[in-house]
């Protein structure tokens, strides 16, 4: 099982960009799919996650209030839309399945089970 992240790309700061993630093949409607993102030489880090019902656990601290995530079972796809980047926004995002799925916080990187090759995201003027 793979799955694709895309959407990536430069944007100056205070500009938005959607990530997008999906899978061939592979149908995402009854899973719990999440964003983590790895900026440069950081360890990686749960942004958000959403549950097959479309339920949203917390944001990481540093992006409540600019980023959304929501999912389209139609298009068998989960989006991440960030408004307002800044700089240490910049990283790979990257998205997968997970094991667990825990509303009372942002998703674990040891909850992800199936992942997408991640899509750069560069904030910078």
């Known amino acids: 099982v793979q799955l694709q992240a895309s959407g990536g790309g430069l944007v100056q700061p205070g500009g938005s960009l959607t990530l997008s993630c999906t899978s061939s093949g592979y149908s995402l409607d009854y899973q719990a799919v999440a964003w983590f993102r790895q900026p440069p030489g950081k360890k990686r880090e749960g942004v958000v996650a959403i549950s097959s019902f479309g339920t949203a656990t917390p944001y990481t601290e540093s992006v409540k209030g600019r980023f959304t995530i929501s999912r389209d079972k139609s298009r068998n796809t989960v989006a991440l839309q960030m408004n307002n980047l800044k700089p240490e926004d910049t990283a790979v995002y990257l998205c997968?399945?997970?094991?667990?799925?825990?509303?009372?916080?942002?998703?674990?990187?040891?909850?992800?089970?199936?992942w997408g090759q991640g899509t750069l995201v560069t904030v910078s003027s």
């Open positions: 997968a399945t997970l094991r667990y799925f825990n509303i009372g916080h942002p998703p674990a990187v040891d909850d992800g089970r199936y």
